[in-house]
Nanobody, 127 residues
Framework: QVQLVESGGGLVQAGGSLRLSCAASTPTFSSYAMGWFRQAPDKEREFVAA????????YHAGSVKGRFTVSRDNVKNTVYLQMDSLKPEDTAVYYC????????????????????WGQGTQVTVSS
């Protein structure tokens, strides 16, 4: 069982930045690809970004590409989401997720691929 704890959410004005962190409680963190998803009120949970086990491969949704950057630190067992140029439509609960995969360079994008989920952190962007 892997526990994931997100932090770093909050209230920010449009154009501002936030950095989300997700700490994983497993000594085998480098065995997991990691992803970020978000869910706005009355909407489906959607993919935001993912990073492979090694950190060498990343994938970002089109809506955040060029503004958000996913990264990881396999020594600190933590994955990050740097969010710049935030927009009101980025307002959502952000979740991190872990996928135990044997593919070292794979960054999964589908919800069904992930095995563990955090509780989420609220991000609110005011206009």
């Amino acid at each position: 069982q892997v526990q994931l704890v997100e932090s770093g959410g909050g209230l920010v004005q449009a154009g501002g930045s936030l950095r989300l962190s997700c700490a994983a409680s497993t000594p085998t963190f480098s065995s997991y690809a990691m992803g970020w998803f978000r869910q706005a009120p009355d909407k489906e949970r959607e993919f935001v970004a993912a990073v492979s086990r090694s950190g060498t491969s990343t994938y970002h949704a089109g809506s955040v590409k060029g503004r958000f950057t996913v990264s990881r630190d396999n020594v600190k067992n933590t994955v990050y989401l740097q969010m710049d140029s935030l927009k009101p439509e980025d307002t959502a609960v952000y979740y991190c997720a872990a996928d135990r995969t044997t593919l070292s360079a794979y960054a999964p994008r589908l919800r069904a691929e992930y095995d563990y989920w955090g509780q989420g952190t609220q991000v609110t962007v005011s206009s």
